[in-house]
């Protein structure tokens, strides 16, 4: 079974454009979360979806935003691109049954996103 | 808030000895996982191991066993007989569908 898969691996791009990252979930997974990592603030969750539905979000402004496809692929979207959202940005997927599953996340390789 | 914190942000092991990475945590979630997750330079997370909170039995997985107190909130991990691959930056990671994670603490392996 092929893992997650992120596009693209690395991007640069200067401060006020805006960028695209995608995420495509194991094969049935129906759980889709972002995360981004930095040197300064570590791993920090972005948003879950699951089923086309945001269903966790964490403390992000508002230019960080996302969707999820039928298909179950994910995009992350971040408008007037900072300095600062420079990161490596991974994407997990799961495959939660009930409460009772360890909800195991399957991450990508991450996408690097350079802001200049 | 949740909160997960590795007070370790570097620890240095010998070859075929063992170490112990230490994990406190803080929830308000009655039902939660927690895991250990290995990050290589290659920048690929792996996990290490997993462990329900509901359950009272210690998770194993090969050379990798955790101490979970639930109690105390208190989660670490000990790899026994280190090995130069598991030389990597090792994160401790509580919750359900959103996952906390801590700082890290990063694993050196020395021949």
């Known amino acids: 079974k092929a893992g997650v898969t992120q596009t693209p691996r690395y991007l640069i791009k200067t401060r006020g454009q805006q960028v695209t990252l995608s995420c495509s979930p194991i094969?049935?997974?129906?759980?889709v979360s972002w995360y981004q990592q930095t040197p300064g603030q570590g791993l920090q969750f972005l948003f879950e979806?699951?089923?086309?539905?945001?269903?966790n979000k964490g403390n992000f402004p508002g230019r960080f935003s996302g969707r999820q496809f039928s298909n179950s692929r994910s995009e992350m979207n971040v408008s007037t691109l900072e300095l600062g959202d420079s990161a490596l940005y991974l994407c997990?997927?799961?495959?939660?049954?009930?409460?009772?599953?360890?909800?195991?996340?399957?991450f990508g390789p991450g996408t690097r996103l350079t802001v200049l | 808030a949740q909160t997960v914190t590795q007070s370790q942000p570097e620890m240095s092991v010998q070859e075929a000895e063992t170490v112990t990475l230490s994990c406190t945590y803080d929830?308000?979630?009655?039902?939660?996982?927690l895991f250990w997750y290995k990050q290589p330079p290659s920048r690929q997370m792996i996990l290490v191991i997993r462990?329900?909170?509901?359950?009272?039995q210690n998770a194993t997985e090969n050379r990798f066993s955790v101490n979970f107190q639930k109690a105390a909130k208190s989660f670490s991990l000990k790899i026994s007989d280190s090995q130069l691959g598991d030389a990597a930056m090792y994160f401790c990671?509580?919750?359900?569908?959103?996952?906390?994670f801590g700082t890290g603490t990063r694993l050196k392996v020395l021949a």
């Open positions: 997990a997927s799961s495959s939660p049954v009930d409460k009772q599953d360890p909800n195991e996340q399957f």
């Open positions: 094969s049935g997974h129906r759980s």
């Open positions: 979806y699951f089923s086309e539905t945001q269903r």
């Open positions: 929830t308000s979630e009655s039902d939660y996982y």
């Open positions: 462990q329900e909170a509901y359950k009272q």
């Open positions: 990671a509580s919750g359900t569908y959103k996952y906390i």
